[in-house]
């Protein structure tokens, strides 16, 4: 049996052994140990240091440096990249419990070393994936929900940023879905969080299911703490009641809408820094003094910057008194809508030179005045002095086809605006705006309205805006040929998202007019039509069909929906009844503005009932 060496013996021989090496050979040696060391895996402080001695030997040979260099090099990236691995792991972890953890966020976007067997949520920053979320449309977005967490986090904040539920329409799956939302609210404070703008639509008549709903609502809105907008569509109109309990819990809304028949808000006017109001009353028969309008416009001075105002044309309404109030010459986003306009309101608008966006959509008590008003504005040094800072104007009216000198007067007006972005100026003759659109260089959303289209007219038109064109909603009464035949026009515009051809006398066949094949046959012709404007522009992601409107799908291969290869499109929901301003996501803010719902607001549509 061998004998053993006690250990100091060991050690004491080998520290001896070492002290009779030369320096190059101690230096040698100290190299060799540490690489021994690192192969088996036991780079630490020990081997640090060994390697930091042997470097500051004298008399090595540049080979023996680099080699000892490369070895700490490669030592110190594997010793940190197995950390950064445990790190990531941790972080992994806490997205899974908290997604939205600030700390999380803040280490995910210091993060300057990226590896390639990372996932790619995690090799950009967070900032770059919110930005190609929030240009992403919801009806796409939904796809993230199935990729990672790290997505899936991001695509519900767009997602449910606004909250669209039903209350008392046909459709019990509606009711269903809201009180699942509400409930949800209740328990999970990270969704309530996530909810920003809330809108209920109403449609009960007085009764214990109203009074019952109305007390489910109040109990769920306490959860939703992060509210910044919220409103209230539909009938029976908010009230009081509802005003006050809206105000104990987010008083500090900056934005309020009231969409109804009748304005009934009593204390409305006790909000304060509200950025936006809009408020839709036919006429001046509801609970509150239509005064209080005026009384939320000078509450709210100095932060009111969006106003929405709407009425109905065919009863007795009046705007004269809110726009009494110092705050019109504030609001950069003014809309007026199925309304009347008087010569003091507008020329109280005409002060609003802070205006970036005007909807002016009704009827004019004196259109000879409105003319001079428009025609009064003048470029001097490049710069108009009527509306100077303008960006978007839609310009609709109603019984003023014949008002030739007034629409005369507003081309002129938008003449050498290379500002301008939106452009909807609904019945004037095709002539004037065809004068007025080469003048328009920044113009990226138009919406037109050609009586006789031919392939001339089409041309006309292509030719006449820029390239650059992103929306674009053109309207018809009569056509040479179907719409879907002029789509290969706007191949043009690389970049177009969005196209609705519209003429308002062809609508979708109806199954209780004819036959059950006729109907088949009928409806295939409808949806080939549409398919076929998709499919002659590549750039469509969105495409508006007599009214209707449809997501453009793209793939290899059909699925659910209508269409085959390449191309499907995937019905959004029609248009309800005093819907306002938003409605279905169209993929951005130039298709949400040219395909407002409530402009015109239209009685006699199928299915807004």
Not at 4 to 26: F, W
Not at 36 to 65: C, K, M, W
Not at 196 to 213: F, I, N, P, V
């Amino acid at each position: 049996m061998p004998t053993s060496i006690p250990q100091d013996e060991l050690t004491s021989t080998v520290c001896g052994a070492v002290q009779q090496l030369t320096q190059h050979r101690k230096a040698n040696f100290l190299l060799d140990t540490a690489l021994a060391l690192i192969d088996a895996g036991q780079y630490g402080p020990d081997v640090e240091n060994y390697l930091e001695v042997y470097l500051r030997t004298p008399g090595l040979s540049r080979e023996d440096l680099a080699r000892a260099l490369l070895a700490r090099g490669n030592a110190r990236k594997q010793g940190g990249e197995r950390l950064l691995a445990k790190a990531q792991e941790d972080y992994q972890a806490v997205l899974k419990l908290d997604p939205s953890n600030r700390d999380l966020q803040h280490h995910l976007r210091r993060k300057v070393i990226h590896f390639s067997n990372e996932p790619a949520s995690q090799r950009a920053p967070l900032e770059i994936w919110e930005r190609i979320a929030s240009h992403t449309p919801r009806y796409h977005l939904r796809t993230w929900l199935f990729i990672s967490a790290f997505h899936r986090d991001i695509a519900v904040r767009h997602i449910f940023h606004t909250v669209d539920i039903y209350f008392g329409d046909d459709q019990q799956e509606n009711l269903t879905r809201g009180l699942d939302i509400f409930d949800r609210a209740k328990t999970d404070p990270i969704f309530a969080s996530r909810v920003k703008s809330l809108r209920l639509h109403w449609a009960y008549e007085e009764g214990d299911m109203l009074d019952l709903m109305t007390r489910i609502f109040k109990t769920a809105l306490l959860e939703f703490k992060a509210l910044r907008d919220f409103e209230w569509i539909g009938y029976p109109e908010m009230r009081a009641d509802m005003v006050q309990a809206v105000l104990a819990s987010h008083k500090h809304l900056h934005g309020l809408g009231l969409i109804g028949w009748h304005f009934d808000a009593v204390g409305v006017s006790a909000f304060r820094n509200l950025r936006k109001f809009t408020l839709r009353a036919e006429d001046d028969d509801g609970f509150a003094d239509m005064g209080e309008v005026r009384t939320v416009l000078d509450q709210n001075e100095h932060t009111l910057r969006h106003l929405i105002l709407g009425a109905y044309l065919e009863r007795h309404h009046s705007w004269d008194s809110a726009f009494q109030s110092v705050t019109i010459k504030n609001l950069t986003h003014l809309d007026l809508v199925d309304t009347r306009i008087s010569h003091i309101v507008f020329a109280r608008i005409a002060h609003a030179h802070n205006l970036q966006s005007l909807t002016l959509h009704g009827t004019f008590e004196e259109p000879g005045s409105a003319s001079v008003v428009f025609g009064s504005d003048q470029v001097i040094d490049g710069k108009h002095t009527f509306l100077p800072h303008l960006e978007s104007f839609r310009f609709i009216l109603v019984g003023h086809d014949d008002e030739h000198a007034l629409y005369h007067s507003v081309t002129q007006f938008l003449h050498q605006r290379e500002k301008l972005r939106r452009l909807d100026l609904g019945s004037c003759p095709w002539d004037m705006v065809l004068t007025l659109l080469p003048d328009l260089s920044g113009l990226r959303v138009l919406g037109v309205r050609i009586a006789n289209i031919s392939r001339t007219a089409v041309a006309a038109l292509v030719d006449a805006i820029p390239e650059q064109m992103q929306a674009i909603n053109l309207s018809t009464v009569v056509s040479d040929k179907p719409l879907n035949e002029y789509a290969r026009a706007f191949i043009k515009f690389p970049a177009i998202s969005f196209l609705h051809l519209h003429c308002p006398n062809k609508r979708r066949p109806k199954p209780n007019l004819m036959s059950e094949k006729d109907f088949q046959v009928q409806t295939d012709m409808w949806i080939s039509s549409a398919r076929s404007v998709a499919t002659a522009i590549p750039s469509l992601d969105f495409l508006g069909w007599h009214g209707e409107h449809y997501v453009v799908v793209r793939s290899d291969h059909s699925s659910n929906g209508y269409g085959s290869g390449s191309v499907e499109l995937k019905e959004l929901p029609t248009r309800r009844r005093l819907d306002c301003g938003k409605g279905v996501d169209l993929g951005g803010e130039d298709a949400a503005w040219l395909e407002r719902k409530d402009v015109p607001m239209d009685y006699e549509m199928p299915g807004l009932d």
